[in-house]
């Protein structure tokens, strides 16, 4: 079946790079998503990448994708204490018509000042 | 743009009451809706997917009778608690997304539901 992997917590100083990893079960994933939560509220979209890509950067957030290993991760350049937050990564899977996604259990980041 | 609106984002009562959310797409069509249900420190819990006009679709597990889904309009989906109970206690958090397929799915604010 599919499954979303992530580690759970990550510590980092400001200012320094905080490279988040998730990998994924389901060969034939078309997008892949990562998402900010902060406390208390929904999640927000950060960016997506089409999985024939490889990369993927928008101002501080660089996407990496390994469609052979099923590695995705999201580097945060320059990190900020704002950056707090746990952060999902979740899959579209082309064998749904809904667009259902299949989420990572989410990874804390925790940025020190 | 894509502003998914839900209320409340905050509910206290009794138990036994029925509890109604409500999800708002402000400046697109959502054809699908999907409702989740997170506990802390944990993932989101998808529970059922609405289409615009059609019956949800309820994952395995989830009572559709206890979570009535309504998704009469392309703007507006809701979801009701029917009499509630302590272990309905959650976080509920809608997502909205348009008619493309792999259009990114719009995040609520979520809704804290607490029941007494």
């Known amino acids: 079946g599919e499954d979303v992997e992530q580690s759970l917590f990550l510590s980092v100083r400001e200012g320094d790079s905080s490279v988040i990893n998730c990998t994924y079960t389901?060969?034939?994933?078309?997008?892949l998503y990562w998402y900010k939560q902060e406390p208390g509220a929904g999640l927000q979209l950060l960016t997506y990448?089409?999985?024939?890509?490889d990369m993927k950067q928008d101002q501080r957030l660089t996407v990496l994708l390994n469609k052979k290993d099923k590695h995705l991760s999201l580097r945060i350049a320059d990190t900020q204490t704002g950056d707090s937050a746990i952060y999902f990564c979740?899959?579209?899977?082309?064998?749904?018509?809904?667009?259902?996604?299949?989420f990572g259990q989410g990874t804390t980041l925790q940025v020190k000042p | 743009g894509a502003v998914v609106s839900q209320h409340p984002s905050r509910v206290i009562c009794k138990s036994g009451t029925s509890v109604k959310i409500e999800c708002r797409s402000l400046?697109?069509?959502?054809?699908?809706m999907f409702w989740y249900r997170q506990f802390p420190k944990q993932s989101l819990m998808l529970m059922a997917t609405?289409?615009?006009?059609?019956?949800?679709?309820?994952e395995q597990g989830v009572e559709k009778d206890k979570f009535l889904i309504n998704h009469a309009s392309l703007t507006l989906s809701t979801l009701t608690v029917t009499s509630a109970h302590p272990e309905d206690s959650s976080f509920y958090i809608c997502?909205?997304?348009?008619?493309?397929?792999?259009?990114?799915?719009?995040f609520g604010d979520g809704t804290r539901l607490s029941i007494l």
């Open positions: 997502s909205a997304k348009g008619s493309v397929k792999n259009q990114p799915q719009h």
């Open positions: 389901d060969s034939s994933s078309t997008y």
């Open positions: 990448i089409f999985s024939n890509m």
């Open positions: 979740a899959e579209s899977i082309l064998s749904s018509n809904t667009g259902k996604l299949i």
């Open positions: 400046d697109f069509q959502a054809t699908t």
């Open positions: 609405s289409n615009e006009g059609s019956k949800a679709t309820y």
